[in-house]
């Protein structure tokens, strides 16, 4: 799925942040199955005890994916 149209988009960010609306538009593309999983879903946690939510969940092909969007800056944060 190369091009996405505005039909597409616009649905997906009245539900949840522009980043992840753009990210669910790739996953519908490329994804076999996704999800947005709730708060708690999953039980995996930051080594401090936190609890990690992933902001997706795919599966493709060959595996299965736990996305987390993240803003550039965070990027450098050691719990990424």
Partial sequence: ????????????????PIPNAVIAVILECDAQKWFKPAKSQFKIYYKDGLNILPNFVAETGDCLL?????PQAGMTDSKV
């Fill in 1 to 16: 799925c190369l091009v996405v149209s505005a039909s597409v988009y616009i649905p997906y960010k009245n539900l949840i």
């Fill in 66 to 70: 736990k996305v987390e969007t993240k």
